[in-house]
Structures are given as structure tokens and as C-alpha cells.
């Protein structure tokens, strides 16, 4: 079946440094790809995507690419702020579901 | 716009009793619904969605149910709570869901099983 394994946390980063979550998929076909947020104390809300192979999806400074050769979906930001303290959920879909598949989600907690 | 409203935010409860948590949706006609649970260390578990009034899908079979009495509503209940309910319970909205993957979250609610 489908699965998405994203790094074990918490990741505990010093503000301006460079993250990277990573993120690598099971999947039959080309699903699509997603990076979820949730902040302290609310639900999740979708923070970028990827449709296809290539494709890089971008949002407040985060990045992902899709790359179907390495089945990976890892998302960057070059500075992060205090602001980006939070979990981070990568998820998928296959064409013609109606379910998103999330991972297990990563803390990420930085520090001023 | 589209709101998503979900309630109680935290609610203890003692085992064995029942449990009623609601979800609306608020904006939108006959979107597709959905349960999910996030506890600790599980990430986010998909429990029920729904495509249409009536139509559930379980996922994992468990002492909990779901029920759409209305487009817009969306019920998870159980007839008798175990400790292993307690958790984040989000309930969240979506529209051609296969096409965009994008799911609007309500707030969660919080519960607790003592």
C-alpha cells in the first residue's frame, strides 16, 4: 500500500539556520505530494505541493521537489525563523483516491 | 468563505463512557469529510471519511463510529471509551480531494480518557 516515512524528531534548529525534513514515499503510480503544517494548538493546514515528477513546490520560503527517481519529497528553507516552530506532516495521494496519506510528522522547534 | 467548526476542544472523559464529537462545515456543498486521530508518536491516523450523506468508509476497525446526518455534518462517536481513545481528533473538509490532496482542518479536539 501507499506510505510516506518523514525523519524522526524533534529537530532543534538556531534561527536563521538551514532546514532540511526529509521525506520518501511509497506509492503505486505517480501520486501527488504535499507538506502539511500544524502549529502549536491548531489543526493541520497545507503549506506546498507537487503534482509531478520535477515539479518543485514553494510557499514563505519553504521548498520541495519531487524526485521520482530518489522517491523523495524533502523540504528546505534556507532561515528559519522562531515563527517556524512547529510540525510538519509530508503526505500523498494517489490519482483517483479521495484519502491523503500522511507520515508520522516532524517537531521542529528553533530557538532565537 | 468556507469554515470548519469542531467541538468540544477538550473534553475529559472517564473509560467506558460514550462520546459525541461534531464537526460542520460551513460554505460549501457536499464536500467530502473526514476523521482523523493524531496521538503520540503515531502521527496522523485516518479513522472515517465520508463522500456523501450517509456513505462512511471506516479505516481502522476500532470501538469508534461515524456518522453524516447532514451534508455538512460529521459525527464520531463511541458507545463506550477506552484509555487508548485518548487523543488529537481532527476533522477536516476537502473538494475533488483525488485532484488537489487539499483538506481544510478544524481546530481538534482534545480527549482525554481517564
Known amino acids: 500500500g501507499n506510505s510516506v516515512t518523514q525523519m524522526e524528531g524533534p529537530v532543534t534548529l538556531s534561527e536563521e539556520a538551514f532546514l532540511t525534513i526529509n521525506c520518501t514515499y511509497t506509492a503505486t503510480g505517480y501520486p501527488s505530494l504535499f507538506w502539511y503544517v500544524q502549529y502549536p494548538g491548531e489543526g493541520l493546514q497545507l503549506l506546498l505541493k507537487a503534482t509531478k515528477a520535477d515539479d518543485k513546490g514553494s510557499n514563505k520560503g519553504f521548498e520541495a521537489t519531487y524526485r521520482k527517481e530518489t522517491t523523495s519529497f524533502h523540504l528546505e528553507k534556507g532561515s528559519v525563523q522562531v515563527s517556524d516552530s512547529a510540525v510538519y506532516f509530508c503526505?500523498?495521494?494517489?490519482?483517483?483516491?479521495?484519502?491523503?496519506?500522511f507520515g508520522k510528522g516532524t517537531k521542529l522547534t528553533v530557538n532565537p | 468563505s468556507q469554515t470548519i467548526h469542531q467541538w468540544p476542544a477538550t473534553l475529559v472523559q472517564p473509560v467506558g463512557s460514550p462520546l459525541s464529537l461534531e464537526c460542520t462545515v460551513e460554505?460549501?456543498?457536499?464536500?467530502?469529510l473526514y476523521w482523523y486521530r493524531q496521538a503520540a508518536g503515531r502521527g496522523l491516523q485516518l479513522l472515517f471519511y465520508?463522500?456523501?450523506?450517509?456513505?462512511i468508509s471506516s479505516e481502522v476497525p476500532q470501538n469508534l463510529s461515524a456518522s453524516r446526518p447532514q451534508d455538512r455534518q460529521f459525527i464520531l462517536s463511541s458507545k463506550k471509551l477506552l484509555l487508548s481513545d485518548s487523543g488529537f481528533y481532527l476533522c477536516?473538509?476537502?473538494?475533488?480531494?483525488?485532484?488537489?490532496?487539499?483538506?481544510?482542518f478544524g481546530e481538534g479536539s482534545r480527549l482525554t480518557v481517564l
Open positions: 477536516a473538509w476537502g473538494e475533488g480531494v483525488s485532484y488537489t490532496g487539499e483538506l481544510f
Open positions: 460554505g460549501t456543498s457536499n464536500p467530502n
Open positions: 465520508s463522500v456523501g450523506i450517509g456513505q
Open positions: 503526505a500523498l495521494i494517489q490519482g483517483g483516491s479521495e484519502k491523503l496519506v
